[in-house]
């Protein structure tokens, strides 16, 4: 089975500031990680993903995703974080030894980020 | 290029009615994916086609929900009499295949409320 944890329910910001999203998974192969980000009434938004190769993955917008497999973590990092980061970010993972669930993606239940001025 | 299209947007139902959701995928993309979420959740899966054909549909909740992709683009999320716990946004998906490293794009989803 698959699953993924976003522990912090909201990560308030200053403008400027580095940002830090957590997200820690579980799978019985090898995982397949993606992060995305959603804006109000608005779907998701691919950001980045890792599947194999370097653990340190960048992405669309600036952000930046490190692998951990010892700490089966995939932390969601931007350096100087701006007001229109603002926004729901989900972690999902899939996990490649688990070929009949090859479809789908099992999503963390998201977290808020305030990026004050 | 065009991202993933869906209809409606809103929808609002009477309990116990019948409803269809319609997702027109990315051009070129042969698997497409249905997942609900809930207010303060993240998405769930529902379903998800390679082609025509439905290659896991472990995450319907139970026979009232169904879905087809008769030619392989265009799907259609049927509900049939509805409840009010149906209530929830459901996501359309497309990848470029069904492969476990494509990155799956999605609509903006069609926000479904049962009165």
């Known amino acids: 089975a698959q699953s993924v944890a976003q522990p912090e329910d909201q990560v308030n910001v200053a403008e400027g500031n580095p940002l830090t999203v957590k997200c820690t998974y579980s799978?019985?192969?090898?995982?397949?990680l993606f992060w995305y980000v959603q804006y109000p009434n608005r779907g998701l938004q691919f950001l980045l993903k890792y599947i194999t190769g370097d653990n340190l993955v960048k992405g669309s917008y600036g952000f930046e995703a490190e692998f951990n497999k010892s700490q089966t973590s995939f932390h969601l990092k931007k350096p100087s974080a701006l007001v229109s980061d603002s926004a729901l970010y989900f972690c999902a993972v899939r996990d490649d030894r688990t070929t009949d669930s090859w479809g789908k993606l099992q999503f963390g239940a998201g977290t808020q980020v305030v990026v004050t001025p | 290029g065009a991202g993933v299209s869906q209809t409606p947007s809103n929808k609002v139902t009477e309990k116990g009615k019948y409803v269809e959701l319609r997702c027109d995928p990315i051009s070129g993309h042969t698997a497409l994916y249905w997942y609900r979420q809930s207010l303060g959740q993240g998405p769930e899966f529902l379903i998800y086609?390679?082609?025509?054909?439905?290659?896991?549909d472990s995450g319907l909740p139970n026979d009232r929900f169904f879905a087809v992709r008769p030619e392989g683009s265009v799907s259609t999320l049927k509900i049939q009499r509805t409840e009010r716990g149906d209530s929830a946004v459901y996501l359309c998906a497309s990848s470029l295949t069904r492969g476990a490293y494509n990155e799956q794009f999605f609509g903006p989803g069609t926000r479904l409320t049962v009165l």
């Open positions: 086609f390679q082609g025509t054909g439905a290659a896991d």
């Open positions: 799978v019985s192969g090898n995982p397949y």
